[in-house]
């Protein structure tokens, strides 16, 4: 879980500094991958399908 979160927030760091705006939604999926409810594929899928929503 650890490792996980810290993933996470590297990813987010790198996101900011590049004009990321907050959004729930993928900020709930990145939340499920840390306590490990879901694995890295259903992740990517997930911020995908938001990103083609035009999240």
Not at 17 to 42: C, K, S, T, W
């Amino acid at each position: 879980m650890t490792r996980r979160r810290h993933a996470i927030e590297q990813a987010r760091a790198a996101n900011i500094r590049q004009g990321y705006v907050h959004d729930p939604v993928l900020e709930a999926a990145n939340e499920r991958f840390i306590r490990g409810e879901i694995d890295m594929a259903e992740l990517d899928r997930l911020m995908i399908a938001a990103i083609e929503a035009g999240r």
